[in-house]
């Protein structure tokens, strides 16, 4: 089906555009009326991540109250451990937690990888089908995972933490046992994508949401390798890569095989232009903390960050939406986005 | 008292030494056996931060068990809101909590600075003049405070954060009473540095250990300035600056009137070296993860990082001693600094 809306997918593989497309990291959350009722109706998040009918609500509730210029499939990035075979919950204010950790060779050896792994996501398949039938071609659909660096270490961590110790700790001490997890994790990452864009998503965004924890020594040893492996083999559609914290690597990931590159709100244009070059698209980067100020304020911010990044950027914030962020600001990033020209 | 051991204060001065000295932050600490025993006599972390003989210990300990080259005198950078009227509770495993917070005009009216708020840690310095009595010269003391955007983050927020968004906030919406309050902390964080000098520490460190979640635009308008004023008034001991996270301003923090800067582990020394030329000492930067690999790898790494940094030097890892750290692993990495030569 043609795209009514194809701004983002012509900004993303470099097109000259009249203005960046606009997006929003978690723009489908609980900063929507109605995706407080999507989520009041189900038990937990998880049941929400498993629910094809409602993950298309979630997904299109954006593009139609807030007339962002593409989708992103409702989902979340530790689906893939628990296709590997390694389970999660979802608690309430406290993040995810697994009841198994990954420790010994012996629990890298039970995973599943590859198209074994990626079969058990049949209800992410089949919402993408429905969201894309649902969209009608009214914009683009972006599909997701975590970097294998981020998913690991949940893996080995068990939870979210401010120093993934644990997991740094495996880098450390047993360097084989890493990489033979982070492959099984790249190989399974690859065959979910690969289904993905089978079942109808347009653009493909890596999130590495903890690579700011890593050294530039570790990252270049245990991030890039299987980021590069990822990027090589999705040749179907455009991709973005976002490391988050990952400015000491901006250099090395502008040498990857993908289209765009995300930015935190640490990260100048001018700096990852200095590291990147001119050809990747950049997307970012207004920090989500801006969303909280007055309306006029929120205006002069984001007119400010179209004029710094100039061509080739897709509009967005430095990362996903807070939950409390009130929809008028939501909305005035994007209305301000959409009035630019450039 | 001429001081036994002057490696640190020979360094820091920019002097051509024979190796770089050694201290690591958060030195004393849970991972070391008596303080321990210290914590467990007291029933709490604030009683510990207000008892000067058991100061003293906890201080000294790792001078006499670890061999590092300076000792730090144990305290907190909280007691600097405590003194201007805005007490904390510290809670186990969950951080320091404050039952008031600042939100209004009246809120930063209501706090002293200054000598009166100086006035109030009369405990502290008492501590400082007890350690050098009890160090009798063998290594100088270092006196430490919290940056004034790092103490008004926990003024405004009331705790911790992953985002700091009420602070931030408050920057964003309401930046003259910011400043405002940025400047009363200032004002009390120069006259309680002053008072330490004068009972007797013989360098001072400032940390600011929330600047990596402000963007370069706020750490320009919001940090620096105040970083700038404490520099400007401390011209009695030399002054370290450690700005966790602030790789995007280490041009501006290479410009202040101090003698050495602070590097996390996500820096190299190249790239601080390209931003702030030769002049200033570096500190830092061993990833404190590190320091649960094996010993060998700890030598290896150690090395390598000595030989990365050159001159200019003071050895330390590039945030505080992780609790959890094996005793072991950190006379490795003392004693490896300590083998070592130019």
Redesign the interface.
Known sequence: MKLQNDLFLRAITGEVVERPPVWLMRQAGRTLPNYRKIRASVPDFKTLVESPELIVEATVEPVEVLGVDAAIIFSDILVIPEAMGLPYELLEKRGPRFPRTIKTQADVRGLRTGVDAAAQLAHTYESVRLTKQRLQGRVPLIGFAGAPWTIMAYMVEGSGSK?F?SA??ML??SPELAHQLLDKITQATIAYLKEKIIAGVDVIQLFDSWA?IL??H?YHQFAMPYLKEICDHIQEVPVTVFSK?A??ALKEIGALNCQAIGLD????PQ?ARAQLGNEKVLQGNL????L???LD?IEKATLSMLKEFGTKHIANLGHGV?P?TPVEAIHCFVDTVKRFRY
């Open positions: 120093t110790a740094k700790e450390f001490k700011g050294s530039p570790q914290g400015w000491f709100w640490n990260t100048t700096f920090d989500p903390c801006q909280f100020d007055t304020n807070y409390e």
